[in-house]
T-cell receptor, first 113, second 112 residues
């Protein structure tokens, strides 16, 4: 049973417009959420995170929104740039010392020039 | 910037060979992790470590083994590689009190 789901395997956006990547989770115990970006043949790069006590966190062009009642989070990238083209993974973690991450299956973002 | 290294980056090997995938980090992180990822799929945790001499199996069953003799080093070993082991293997580390994990570049393993 997949606890973190990214239902859109791909997304294409025009350069300069907003990219919105979505993620749903089923485990209400998750208390910390992260977004990673991954280029081919490289490891994932940490982008931005949000704690369950917040509903928004912003860092430059990247903003993550958390809707706990809907068990949904989204990553907004604005303005989108061609260099943002990559696979984006959302991840979630449970309280506790282990802090293991559960990943979604990823969304391939393509930003068209 | 994260300093975590994996070698080799690519490995093609025959069935039955013993292999060790290396992972080192220079950040002094206590926690280290190994993930396995197939193309288009999510990352699956196969091993993790809280610190020296501590190793645990992850969510995904794996025939590989790990060791943590030094804080900075977390190698993964397959005693007898099989084609079903073909995958990308990603190593990560994090601070004890933090949640963000920092990943190495990965090793893409192909077993013929």
């Amino acid at each position: 049973d997949q606890q973190v789901k990214q239902n859109s395997p791909s997304l294409s956006v025009q350069e300069g417009r907003i990219s919105i990547l979505n993620c749903d989770y089923t485990n209400s115990m998750f208390d910390y959420f992260l977004w990673y970006k991954k280029y081919p043949a490289e490891g994932p790069t940490f982008l931005i995170s949000i704690s369950s006590i917040k509903d928004k966190n912003e860092d430059g062009r990247f903003t993550v929104f958390l809707n706990k009642s809907a068990k949904h989070l989204s990553l907004h990238i604005v303005p989108s740039q061609p260099g943002d083209s990559a696979v984006y993974f959302c991840a979630a973690t449970l309280s506790g010392s282990a802090r293991q991450l559960t990943f979604g299956s990823g969304t391939q973002l393509t930003v068209l020039p | 910037e994260a300093d975590i290294y994996q070698t080799p980056r690519y490995l093609v090997i025959g069935t039955g060979k013993k292999i060790t995938l290396e992972c080192s980090q220079t950040m002094g992180h206590d926690k280290m992790y190994w993930y396995q990822q197939d193309p288009g799929m999510e990352l699956h945790l196969i091993h993790y470590s809280y610190g020296v001499n501590s190793t645990e199996k992850g969510d995904l069953s794996s025939e590989s083994t790990v060791s943590r003799i030094r804080t900075e080093h977390f190698p993964l070993t397959l005693e007898s590689a099989r084609p079903s082991h073909t995958s990308q293997y990603l190593c990560a580390s994090s601070e004890t009190s933090g949640s963000a994990q920092y990943f190495g570049p990965g090793t893409r393993l192909t077993v013929l």
